[in-house]
């Protein structure tokens, strides 16, 4: 948390300039209050280390795009996110956005298992339950040095503070939140003492006045000028009757604001458009169509490709595209892909890139990419991808993570990366993640170490995955050439643990060949630790702090020292 400034002087400092304050005063961002959504996964480190690494894999990428629908759904999309690693944090400095947020948590608490267990293909029973909290505090807009922006001061730590305090799927709110959402929410005190009772690991500064978060109320959840993420909440988590009788009245009103001027009527298809493109299933969906065209809106190609999206099968769809053009309304990029990402094989798909053609609609990356993860193997991939280069598609990350997924084998998967760098994209940690999901075997960990660490770009969680591969394939020595440049990571503690003789073999040979090698005795100290053998750890860990440069490595050791001070300041000398 960063401390609040002392007030600039009206008066300018010594040897300082009006004109020099003044700007600064002006550069300097203005506090405002903040709303921030504390999403975080319980135990979510043990659950993960119990699954395989393809099962890992599938469930890092459901927990990045499992939340973005919602987030839609509720407005949010413009809305600060940041991911934790186990969970997220949504910031807004907008007012506006409280009963959003508290929509979203109320989703996230009811949906984000029964998602994650279909997304990852796992039990919903093995998927962590959340914690969620909103809290209101006062932060500073900054913005960092390539241009994201972010929220410094007190709205995150409230919010990770109170869902410290939450039982399972539970959402808590702040007062200050109550009080604006309290008309619209049901929500009930939590005994604070109790709670921090309860969960005794819990880090907690001050005292926080907390509600439980339960439910949208029935009577709010029943105005005809209820919000349209009041909606797309009922339906999503299940109260899909309410969900439709509310829109139903929403359109209602609608129609009697229909004035029949141009502006009104553009105002009323926007509205119509958003709330067709929300939650609301087929049925539903089709009636607001009725209604849209009894207040005398006609629809446009948003419309129709809201009806698309929703359409229970290819028939469906085949239908509602021959009354768009019937009504002169002409298929965007947007149709195409929604109707190719949904056919039921690749025949259907032709036809429909032929129709596109017909239309003179030109495909885009976001086209490139529905055919790619529609192809069967890589190949299938490598022929759409030649296909749209001819129409001058330019492939995106997103595109080649879909690439590095099909790859038939690793080396495929390193050639994309190679590839993505040469494009001037820099890969994402799911990118480098994905390759290390392929199977290791047929390439030695050297190999992979030298080309891994020739990239401009190269965190050490990708390591970690591939150490774990190398021992899941039985390839001991190969795991433990990795964990000498990564010794501090889960996997390669594992290595240690369940080879102990080999890895401090493996290690030895490494520094009885260069005394001097800074890997070999960084590795060999942190395997005698996490053996337990601590007095014959320290002189190698000595060692290594006497070679390593300032920098993460030089801390690390010095963690792992903290318990013979004495030492310590004789080598930190």
Not at 321 to 335: C, D, I, Y
Not at 426 to 443: D, G, N, T, W
Request: with cysteine; charged share 25%; glycine share 4%.
């Amino acid at each position: 948390m960063q401390t609040e400034k002392e007030p600039i002087s009206e008066k300018a400092a010594p040897n300082t300039s009006w004109n020099e304050t003044s700007a600064r005063r002006q550069t300097e961002p203005s506090p405002r209050l903040t709303l921030c959504l504390a999403m975080d996964l319980r135990a979510s480190t043990t659950t993960g280390l119990k699954l395989s690494t393809r099962k890992r894999d599938r469930f890092n990428l459901a927990l990045i795009n499992q939340m973005h629908p919602y987030l839609e759904a509720m407005g949010l999309e413009y809305a600060l996110i940041k991911f934790t690693g186990d969970g997220w944090l949504v910031m807004s400095d907008d007012p506006d956005h409280a009963a959003p947020l508290c929509c979203l948590a109320i989703i996230m608490a009811n949906r984000f298992q029964t998602d994650m267990g279909d997304q990852a293909g796992l039990r919903d029973e093995t998927v962590p339950a959340m914690r969620l909290a909103v809290c209101w505090a006062r932060d500073l807009p900054v913005e960092l040095p390539y241009g994201q922006r972010d929220f410094v001061g007190d709205s995150a730590r409230h919010a990770v503070r109170a869902s410290q305090l939450c039982q399972d799927n539970e959402v808590l709110i702040d007062e200050t939140v109550r009080r604006w959402v309290h008309l619209d929410f049901v929500t009930e005190p939590v005994d604070f003492q109790e709670r921090l009772t309860a969960n005794p690991g819990s880090k907690m500064e001050e005292a926080m006045v907390l509600y439980a978060l339960k439910e949208l109320k029935t009577e709010s959840a029943a105005e005809a000028d209820a919000p349209i993420h009041f909606v797309n909440t009922l339906a999503i988590v299940g109260r899909s009757l309410e969900a439709q009788q509310l829109a139903s009245r929403i359109a209602d009103q609608w129609q009697h604001e229909a004035t029949g001027s141009d502006a009104n009527q553009n105002e009323l298809l926007t509205r119509f458009n958003r709330l067709l493109s929300g939650s609301l299933g087929y049925d539903a969906a089709s009636q607001l169509l009725k209604d849209m065209r009894e207040a005398g809106v006609e629809p446009n190609v948003e419309t129709f490709n809201a009806l698309f999206s929703k359409a229970k099968d290819h028939s469906t769809q085949w239908t509602w595209f021959q009354r768009m053009r019937q009504s002169g309304v002409q298929p965007n990029v947007k149709t195409f892909n929604i109707l190719i990402d949904s056919a039921p094989d690749e025949s259907v798909i032709n036809k429909w890139l032929v129709r596109m053609s017909r239309a003179g609609v030109q495909p885009d990356s976001m086209m490139l990419n529905t055919l790619i993860s529609r192809s069967k193997d890589h190949a299938g991939a490598l022929r759409w991808l030649e296909r749209m280069k001819k129409h001058n598609v330019k492939p995106t990350i997103a595109t080649y993570e879909l690439l590095i997924s099909k790859a038939d084998d690793i080396r495929t998967a390193m050639r994309w990366v190679d590839q993505m760098f040469e494009e001037g994209i820099q890969p994402s940690m799911v990118s480098l993640l994905a390759v290390f999901a392929k199977e290791v075997r047929a390439i030695p960990a050297e190999e992979v170490l030298k080309w891994y660490l020739s990239l401009p770009f190269h965190p050490p969680e990708p390591m970690h995955r591939a150490i774990a591969a190398y021992r899941k394939a039985g390839l001991i020595e190969d795991a433990l050439r990795l964990s000498l440049d990564y010794p501090y990571t889960e996997a390669a503690r594992r290595i240690f643990r369940k080879h102990p003789e080999q890895t401090l073999a493996y290690f030895q040979s490494f520094v009885e060949a260069n005394p001097q090698h800074p890997n070999g005795a960084y590795a060999l100290g942190t395997a005698l630790v996490e053996l337990g053998r601590h007095q014959e750890a320290e002189p190698w860990l000595i060692k290594a702090l006497q070679l390593a440069a300032p920098g993460p490595r030089r801390n690390e050791v010095l963690k792992l020292l903290e318990a013979q001070p004495s030492e310590l300041e004789s080598a930190a000398r």
